[in-house]
């Protein structure tokens, strides 16, 4: 039987990166997303299934879960990949953005696995949460919104709870935290802003989705279950001192 995995934000950039590496892996992916004509296009997909929901609903997510679990039975991976990088100006930041950032990027993420946690119970080997974080927690000379970096650093706070919680449990949970990847998040940027972004990157140019998605399929390979508590940061050495 295959292993079930679900991709939150799976319609977007990273996260049909992510499904891909996951469906080519061997697992069942349930992708959730509030994109249901991206989902759509994506159910061709053997092995796919599109859930639309909107991660900042609490109640959404867990009739998400009970129907994945009446579905597939339980969970063996969950990816908190769905996020978002509101770009006001700091002393601009109006209470709704600070809280829209706030729950799309980590209440998101505590709410899935919240109810992911209960799926995972009584699966076999390891059970993997990897949370999409970014390097804009840890490095402050790029462009990053202080709100944005507050949601990541949240997240990457709670995969170290989970890991401490649950390591006895054999649910291994970490973080990966990209630099500049490219997807249709590279919108929110001005071309300036994006140029000087780039510029910054050793290799001289982004990092494709692709190549963050093997990470994550690395971390839910046997190879990742010894692996847990650990952000992970991708970003061709650029913060190196
Ligand atoms: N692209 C980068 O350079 C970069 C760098 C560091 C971290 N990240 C992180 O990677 C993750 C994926 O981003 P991406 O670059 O693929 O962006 P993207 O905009 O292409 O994809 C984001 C996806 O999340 C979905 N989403 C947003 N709000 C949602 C909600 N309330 N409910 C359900 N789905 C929702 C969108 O519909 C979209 O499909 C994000 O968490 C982002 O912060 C991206």
Redesign the pocket.
């Known amino acids: 039987m295959s292993r079930v995995a679900v991709v939150?934000?799976?319609?977007?950039?990273?996260?049909?990166?992510i499904t891909a590496r996951l469906l080519a892996d061997g697992f069942a992916v349930i992708g959730?997303?509030?994109?249901s004509d991206?989902l759509t296009d994506m159910a061709k997909a053997p092995g796919f299934t599109g859930l639309t929901?909107?991660?900042?609903?609490a109640a959404a997510i867990r009739d998400a879960f009970a129907r994945i679990r009446s579905d597939h039975g339980g969970l063996d991976a969950l990816v908190?990949?769905?996020?978002?990088?509101f770009m006001s100006d700091f002393p601009d930041i109006p209470a709704e953005e600070l809280a829209a950032q706030m729950?799309?990027?980590f209440s998101?993420a505590f709410f899935c696995c919240q109810e992911a946690v209960k799926l995972m119970a009584g699966r076999e080997g390891v059970r993997k949460i990897v949370n999409?974080?970014?390097?804009?927690a840890y490095n402050f000379d790029v462009f990053d919104p202080p709100h944005?970096r507050a949601s990541?650093a949240a997240m990457d706070t709670l995969t170290k709870d989970l890991a401490r919680r649950y390591a006895a449990d054999k649910i291994a949970v970490n973080s990966i935290?990209?630099?500049?990847?490219?997807?249709?998040?590279?919108?929110v940027l001005t071309p300036e802003v994006l140029a000087k972004a780039i510029a910054q990157m050793p290799h001289g140019r982004?990092?494709q989705?692709a190549e963050?998605a093997a990470w994550v399929g690395f971390l839910l390979s046997p190879a990742g279950d010894v692996s847990s508590g650990n952000v992970i940061i991708l970003n061709q050495g650029r913060d190196v001192r």
């Open positions: 939150t934000g799976a319609a977007g950039g990273l996260g049909r990166a959730l997303d509030l994109d991206g929901v909107d991660l900042t609903d908190n990949n769905a996020g978002t990088c729950g799309v990027n998101s999409i974080s970014s390097n804009g944005y990541k935290a990209p630099a500049m990847t490219e997807t249709p998040l590279f919108g982004a990092m989705p963050i």
